[in-house]
């Protein structure tokens, strides 16, 4: 059992979070030393039209352990997600999102459940979030567990610890809302065991929520069937 990872990359995917990104910042700079020998943190810049690039550079000036990509235009959370992996470059991977709806000190018992080829993945105690978006949610996370034999309890639970390793060597073929489903799927083909934990969930305080989006969520669809019927 881990108390200290020997390396840790951590990202947030953020598109206008230019009031969270600070504070979610200020928070990991000050946890992450607790949980990893050494760290980086990636702003992942999703094409965002506020201050949420500018804030983050700001910090990566006095902060080198702080890097900013950014997307020349909105491609959307999977394509964030997909950015983070492939710019991660220590053993261990952590991604939360940017809207300050995690608490990250819950990372710490994650820390200490990690060990080689097993994915650390939250489940939300209690979502924080309006009936619909947690409606379609649960409806989700079950047509992935009934489609690709799965069995987990939040699929799109945005609070993951995973292996550089096996994450980095996926081919990941989506770009919308189904990336992280087929994050797990292709990880549970490989033989990557899941732990799943309870974390807390907080309301959105600022900027506006875009999965409960029609499009978003109509993409994600389109994704999952597609996988389904290509048989990935």
Known sequence: MATKLDSLSVFFPAFNEEENIGPLLESALTLLPQFAQRFEIIVVNDGSTDRTRVIALEYHKTHPNVRVVSHSKNKGYGAS???????????????????????????????????????????????????????????????????????????DCAFKLIPSQPL???????????????????????????????????????????????????????????FFIQKS
């Not at 993945?121 to 034999?149: M, P, V």
């Not at 919308?176 to 083909?189: D, K, M, N, Q």
């Not at 989006?213 to 669809?221: A, E, P, T, W, Y």
């Open 168 to 226: 980095q060597n996926l081919l990941i073929t989506s770009s919308g809302a189904f990336t992280s489903a087929e994050i797990l799927i292709r990880l549970h083909r490989q033989g990557v065991e899941f732990i799943q934990l309870p974390v807390p969930h907080f309301p959105r305080k600022f900027g506006t929520p875009t999965g409960g989006n029609i499009k978003v969520i109509f993409r994600g669809l389109k994704e999952t069937l597609l």
């Open 81 to 155: 997600l997909k950015t983070g992996i492939k710019h991660a470059k220590y053993d261990w991977i952590f991604w939360t999102d940017g809207d300050l709806q995690f608490d990250l000190a819950s990372l710490k018992i994650f820390v200490q459940k990690a060990k080689d080829n097993t994915a650390i993945i939250g489940y939300r105690k209690h979502r924080a979030d309006t009936f619909i978006r947690k409606l379609n949610g649960e409806l989700y996370t079950q047509l992935i567990n009934f489609l690709f034999h799965m069995h987990v309890r939040d699929i």
